[in-house]
């Protein structure tokens, strides 16, 4: 928000959110008390995961993970029906703070909730977003003089691209994938969130070309890009794709020069959103990019009318690409 804030008003809006940004990465980086969003990887590497401090239901959704947290704690051995119950919590609420609640990405069998691990995956997206802070706040000190925490800052970022591509690439898929740190691998899920290196422009070029092939082979539907693979019953899993995976892919694409790509996947959203449009009079939270006739469906709650980020992509692909 605040690189695009400074697209209009220029540098000294560094200056004005320094401290906004170093509020954002403290929390990231555990500087606030009872976080454990830090994970060190045996050759050194520093890479995130999302993790709640709480270990009690979502207030959001309480009777669902108090019913799920309770079945589980039953089936786990007398002693160990208190830690199961809390842990059970904690991966909820860390799936929730992801924005992907709930997904197979966040499933240790890659089907049911039950099976919920979100504190065990470094997810790719979420280290690219902090490569990009990174650099925003390497930036961010170069603008205000700081030329030591701007050195800082830049080599920080670096050693997580590295990371990324070490510990998230898939040579086989030819995807961006996330890392399981206790099973010590790579996730088996194949996600929208495999593209997001392409938009924080951290992929190598080889690997931008091989993920381009990827997602127009697996993950290009009718009406845009599917969220993942499977069809699991959760809002963040096939059939549905979002407005910002969307975005994502195409400013991806476009950042390495893949502009045919780029609108191939921007017409087919845009001609969804219109089509769903005429149909409804309304834009939608979420669609169902693999049958564009039906209406996207799945997790705790029905379908929210009209949506921040549904709208602000819209139009901006629309002012790109034309209706």
């Known amino acids: 928000m605040i690189n695009l804030l400074a697209e209009k008003k220029g540098n000294t809006v560094y200056t004005t959110y320094l401290n906004s940004l170093e ?59 208190q830690k199961t119950y809390a842990l059970a919590c904690r991966n909820l609420r860390s799936g929730a703070e992801s924005g992907w609640d709930f997904s197979s990405r966040w499933f240790a069998d890659g089907k049911t909730i039950n099976t919920i691990r979100t504190t065990d995956i470094l997810p790719v997206d979420l280290n690219g977003l902090l490569y990009h802070l990174e650099m925003t706040l390497a930036h961010a000190y170069k603008v205000t003089g700081n030329r030591s925490s701007y050195s800082t800052f830049l080599q920080k970022a670096r050693a997580r691209r590295t990371a990324i591509n070490k510990y998230c690439w898939n040579e086989k898929s030819k995807w961006y994938v996330d890392y399981n740190v206790s099973l010590q691998k790579q996730s088996t899920e194949l996600t929208a969130a495999g593209i997001s290196p392409l938009f924080f422009i951290l992929a190598t070029k080889s690997n931008a070309l091989k993920a381009e092939v990827t997602l127009l082979h697996l993950f290009l539907k009718d009406g845009g890009i599917v969220t993942t693979l499977k069809n699991t019953g959760q809002q963040w899993d096939a059939p549905n794709g979002w407005a910002p995976l969307q975005w994502i892919a195409i400013k991806g694409l476009t950042n390495y020069d893949r502009v045919s790509s780029a609108h191939r996947i921007a017409r087919r959203w845009i001609k969804l959103n219109e089509d769903v449009y005429s149909r409804t009079g309304k834009l939608m939270e979420k669609y169902n990019v693999e049958n564009t006739t039906l209406d996207a469906g799945g997790g705790e709650y029905t379908g929210q009318d009209g949506f921040g980020w549904t709208n602000g992509v819209l139009l901006k692909l629309i002012s790109m690409y034309g209706k």
């Open 23 to 81: 509020k954002e990465y403290d929390y990231w980086m555990d500087k606030t008390p009872g976080t454990k969003h830090v994970v060190t990887l045996p050759d050194g590497s520093v890479l995130n995961r999302y993790f709640d401090r709480d270990s009690v239901p979502r207030q959001e959704s309480f009777r669902e993970d108090y019913e799920l947290a309770t079945a589980l704690s039953q089936k786990a051995e007398k002693r160990d029906q």
